[in-house]
């Protein structure tokens, strides 16, 4: 599946936890549901060639997006570990502030 990055685009962490501030390491993406989806804390997750994304996470969780300018190859970086398609997943540089977007609430 191809993914594009969009300059001044943005940037999306999920998480099951609430905080203000994300930590260096961190992995943000510019694809909503799939920060969406890792808010769940899944184990096991895939998405198909049409961008369907299924998991086995349980948690309530919370979608976050980054609120401040983010630039990629200075703040961010690709993912080298990553089993997903480029520019699906990133890790953070630096901590960087966040606002909460809202709840995603618990997995069906």
Same mark, same amino acid.
């Given at each position: 599946?191809?993914?594009? =990055?969009?300059?001044? &685009?943005?940037?999306?962490?999920?998480?099951?936890?609430?905080?203000?501030?994300?930590? +260096? !390491?961190?992995?943000?993406?510019?694809?909503?549901?799939?920060?969406?989806?890792?808010?769940?804390?899944?184990?096991?997750?895939?998405?198909?060639?049409?961008?369907? =994304?299924?998991?086995? &996470?349980?948690?309530?969780?919370?979608?976050?997006?980054?609120?401040?300018?983010?630039? +990629? !190859?200075?703040?961010?970086?690709?993912?080298?570990?990553?089993?997903?398609?480029?520019?699906?997943?990133?890790?953070?540089?630096?901590?960087?502030?966040?606002?909460?977007?809202?709840?995603? &609430?618990?997995?069906?």
């Amino acid at each position: 599946m191809k993914i594009d =990055i969009q300059a001044g &685009g943005i940037w999306y962490h999920g998480s099951n936890a609430l905080f203000t501030e994300l930590r +260096a !390491g961190s992995t943000v993406t510019q694809w909503k549901a799939l920060a969406e989806a890792f808010s769940h804390k899944p184990t096991l997750l895939g998405y198909d060639d049409d961008g369907c =994304i299924f998991h086995n &996470g349980k948690e309530k969780g919370y979608l976050y997006m980054i609120d401040e300018p983010v630039e +990629a !190859g200075k703040d961010i970086y690709q993912h080298p570990r990553s089993t997903m398609d480029e520019n699906a997943e990133f890790l953070t540089n630096r901590p960087l502030s966040v606002r909460l977007v809202g709840e995603v &609430g618990n997995p069906e």
